[in-house]
């Protein structure tokens, strides 16, 4: 009798477990831009009030601000999900000039970048507007 | 509608024709069933009624169900409901078995329902559909059930099935139609050990729910449905008034439960039960894609203490149930191979809640009357998180109070009769939802239940039974029950249920 209610005990307290209680909800982002034409990119900066730009989660819609890039490179973490990458920069360049870049590769739900990892690196091709 | 009618009149009419053998009379047999020492061990095992105290006992009664809140304690299970019932059950006993029958049908509507659209909410939250106008929502549900138990020696077995079905919907946009079906199944098997029975029960639970929502307005949707994912925060990526509305709820779960009752009706009695049951909702237009899953185990556990002695009788019983739900929200890729593939999931909801109980029933036994004073005192929880964009509700309260009840019995004439008052104190709240995040809308409804559920509240209760005994096979009875909830700062509530019905 006592071993029967010691076994059943101890079986609901095992099974009344927490599910992915060890569980990473969240995924650190490098993002590194480049110009195909292999300019470098010293600093970008993604212009947060321009309707349009976004780093946004499709499932929740919840939009990350972008931070600065330094050499080509920004990090941001962020719940882990599918994500719209899609920006207008100013970029400038080794050479001190200005120039007005886009980042377009993840722009619609179809084409969303997949960050599923704890850490991930999106490359980002910059088309050059002017 | 026709063959529910037959089970009905079939149930009614078996219980008529098998009632004959007990030496006790109508009102006996109810009193025996309605006696506050006794402890309903059929929660604990549906076999159990094989060994309770109980004599063989029919009823049928109809009736109505009043709701009515100024404000509701649940907004998405409306402020009022208006519903009638048909209910009967019939307990047969053999020379060393018995069988349960009973079926119950409900037909009403909810007033005012609001930020849900799905059934069985309290099942299934908080993976719900939801919109922001809602509405009066229609419901219909039958419901059957049957048990077997038998006994062999000192060993004792039962087997058992449950069927539930519920229909909702609503005639004005946004306009859900929800088709539920609930089937449980159990087997019990237990053995006779000395003054006492200990009893091990199994079940299987399988539920479906299936909920198509329109909108037929030739002016378009006059709101957007949302996936609910728990605190205010929904499945954006699903939301809106077409492509993502029909959704399907398939669960499946199981329930071990443990219970020593003594036989003779009194002494120590306990039972512990452990639940499982995982829910998934598809996308019923996206290839079924699964979007959700809701697992909620439950902990129950019972231990009493009955003590009869004539006269002066008395039970001590702390209980205490803790349930605990994750809800997984699972990441569909971009449709680009023509079907959503699950990447990935994340358990972001959790919410445990559950209460401790101690009550005692003391009673005093006088020739043709009985006297009972009930005193509980109960410590209600309720924790939830949902992880990103952070969101926390946290509610703790103590709950007090007593019911006093006088039973008469006068010839033909059985009265029962019971009023009680009990004190509810919002202990330890606080409520935080992620601003940026949530629409307004919603943040102010939850707001808004917030304040009621850790406000203080001054219950009251009272209830009477009048029975009258039609010859030796048969009584006629009245119930009435009235209850009463006088909130600090949220308005009163009133519940009233009546019912006619023969006892055989």
Redesign the interface.
């Known amino acids: 009798?006592r071993r029967?209610?010691s076994f059943?005990?101890a079986?609901?307290l095992l099974?009344?477990c927490?599910?992915?209680a060890d569980?990473n909800?969240?995924s650190n982002v490098t993002l590194h831009a480049y110009v195909p034409g292999g300019e470098n990119i010293v600093m970008m900066t993604v212009d947060p009030t321009l309707k349009g730009n976004q780093f946004l989660n499709?499932?929740?819609?919840?939009n990350y601000a972008y931070p600065v890039f330094a050499n080509g490179y920004a990090t941001l973490r962020v719940?882990?999900?599918?994500y719209i990458v899609a920006f207008d920069a100013e970029a400038t360049y080794a050479d001190g000039s200005v120039h007005t870049v886009r980042c377009s590769q993840h722009n619609a739900?179809?084409?969303?970048a997949?960050v599923?990892d704890d850490s991930v690196n999106l490359e980002l091709e910059m088309t050059l507007l002017r | 509608m026709r063959r529910i009618l037959h089970i009905f009149l079939l149930l009614a009419a078996t219980g008529l024709s098998a009632l004959a053998q007990d030496t006790l009379s109508v009102n006996g047999r109810t009193a025996a069933g309605r006696d506050p020492l006794r402890l309903s061990a059929r929660e604990w095992s549906p076999a159990a009624f094989l060994l309770e105290s109980i004599p063989q006992r029919s009823w049928a009664e109809a009736g109505v169900d009043l709701r009515r809140e100024d404000q509701a304690w649940l907004t998405q299970e409306g402020d009022a409901a208006l519903q009638g019932f048909f209910r009967t059950e019939n307990l047969h006993r053999f020379e060393r078995s018995a069988v349960l029958m009973g079926a119950s049908y409900e037909r009403g509507v909810k007033r005012n329902v609001r930020w849900n659209e799905t059934s069985d909410f309290t099942l299934l939250y908080p993976y719900v559909m939801a919109d922001s106008v809602g509405g009066d929502l229609q419901r219909e549900q039958y419901a059957f059930q049957g048990h077997y138990a038998g006994r062999s020696g000192d060993w004792t077995w039962g087997a058992g099935m449950a069927y539930r079905a519920l229909h909702e919907y609503r005639q004005v946009d946004p306009r859900p139609r929800n088709v539920t079906s609930d089937f449980r199944v159990d087997g019990t098997a237990g053995r006779i050990l000395g003054p006492y029975a200990l009893a091990l029960t199994l079940s299987c639970r399988r539920y479906h729910q299936l909920q198509n929502t329109a909108f037929v307005n030739p002016k378009g949707a006059n709101t957007t449905l949302f996936h609910m994912t728990g605190l205010g925060s929904h499945f954006a990526r699903f939301a809106g008034t077409n492509a993502y509305v029909n959704v399907r709820y398939r669960g499946n779960g199981y329930t071990a439960a443990l219970l020593l009752q003594p036989l003779s009706g009194e002494g120590f009695q306990a039972g512990l039960r452990y639940g499982s049951l995982t829910t998934v909702r598809h996308l019923i237009n996206q290839n079924e894609a699964p979007f959700t899953e809701l697992w909620t185990q439950e902990v129950g556990t019972e231990i009493s203490w009955i003590r009869r002695a004539g006269r002066r009788n008395w039970r001590i019983t702390l209980d205490g149930r803790y349930e605990f739900r994750q809800g997984t929200e699972n990441l569909l890729d971009n449709f680009v191979s023509g079907q959503f593939r699950n990447l990935l999931d994340l358990t972001m909801y959790r919410n445990r809640n559950g209460f401790v109980r101690l009550q005692g029933v003391w009673q005093a036994v006088r020739e043709a009357d009985r006297w009972s004073l009930s005193p509980f005192v109960s410590l209600p929880f309720l924790y939830a998180e949902y992880l990103y964009p952070a969101r926390r509700l946290d509610l703790l309260a103590l709950e007090a109070g007593t019911d006093v009840r006088w039973e008469h019995t006068a010839g033909a004439w059985l009265l029962d009769v019971s009023g009680g008052a009990g004190w509810l104190d919002g202990m330890d709240s606080s409520l935080s939802l992620s601003e940026e995040y949530t629409d307004a809308r919603m943040r102010s409804s939850i707001r808004s239940q917030f304040g009621k559920w850790s406000d203080n509240a001054l219950s009251t209760r009272l209830s009477a039974r009048v029975q009258h005994s039609l010859g030796t096979a048969m009584s006629l009875y009245m119930d009435a029950a009235l209850q009463q909830k006088f909130y600090g700062r949220s308005g009163n509530a009133t519940f009233l249920q009546a019912a006619v019905g023969l006892e055989l």
């Open positions: 009798m029967i209610v059943l005990l079986a609901c099974s009344a927490v599910k992915d569980q909800i969240f499709i499932n929740t819609r919840q719940q882990k999900g599918l739900s179809d084409l969303a997949f599923l």
